[in-house]
């Protein structure tokens, strides 16, 4: 009897800062969405490492049926197989439990994540949500990354970027397969008298420490806000945003992330941007109506 073919091994992303307020549910659980629209044979599973219940209104297609398997039953379980849920636009992710503060005393070695990702059978692209903390969970999440986006903001959050990469060195986590996502970019905001926005002054910071980052930078987007907040139901920024700045940056992320994983060519095109419609020529009557409007108001 021959062997069975080993089971690719899945791509790990993940989304780190210990700072809130830089985007980083936002963009992991819309890149989910992104990934899985470039690439339709891809499977892609969403695992929050909060205790945050954003991820589950979002993909969640139906009410659970009481007390569901979440992500404390599959940490115990050191497999995932039974916490796996089928989500909404594709998407397969793991139930946040109640509260993660439990979790962190089995997750003392920052390798146990990776191990459980290993075990469970999914070959596709794991994309881990992270608290705002390095603490336990996110040192595993680190661990067991081959790609790691850190949002940065602001000047704080560019510093806990320089965190979490010393974090990853000193985990064995390999510091190199983090990079900088740039966030919440306005380039109306002048940061000194030359007149350099925000953007520029963060850009030049994160290139003078030599850390890789992001060509694709994220625009602040009022529509994102809105749509994260409208009804309590978070919606995707692919489906309900389209023909905003943030739409077509988003998608660019998710190239860049397909390049950075591996992940070969999208299997979906982009769509053929329409080209501007010219304005409609007058008619005869209009010119007529409009000569005699004219007349009649110089009386």
Known sequence: MSEAAPRPRAKVLSVVSNKGGVGKTTVATNLAIYLR??????????????????????????????????????????????????????????????DTGPLKARAQDPRTLARILAA???????????????????????????????PVADHASFEEAGKALARMARDGGRPERGRVLLTLVDRRTRVDDAGHDLHERLAAAVDAEGWPRFQTSLSRSPRVEALNSADGTPRSILHHAKGTAIHRELRELAEEVGKGLDLGAPTREAPARRPARPAPERSLVEEIRGALLRSLRGR
């Open 37 to 98: 629209a470039l690439h339709e044979d891809l499977p892609v599973a969403l695992v929050t490492l909060d205790d945050q219940s954003s991820v589950e209104r979002m993909f969640r297609l139906a009410p659970a049926p009481g007390e569901t398997v979440n992500l404390k039953h599959g940490w115990s379980e050191r497999c995932f197989d039974r916490a796996l849920v089928l989500g909404q636009y594709g998407i397969q992710f793991v139930p946040p439990p109640p």
């Open 120 to 150: 469970t059978d999914f070959a596709g692209v794991w994309l881990l949500d992270t608290k705002s903390d390095l603490e336990e969970l996110t040192q595993n999440a680190l661990f067991a990354s081959d790609l790691v986006i850190l």
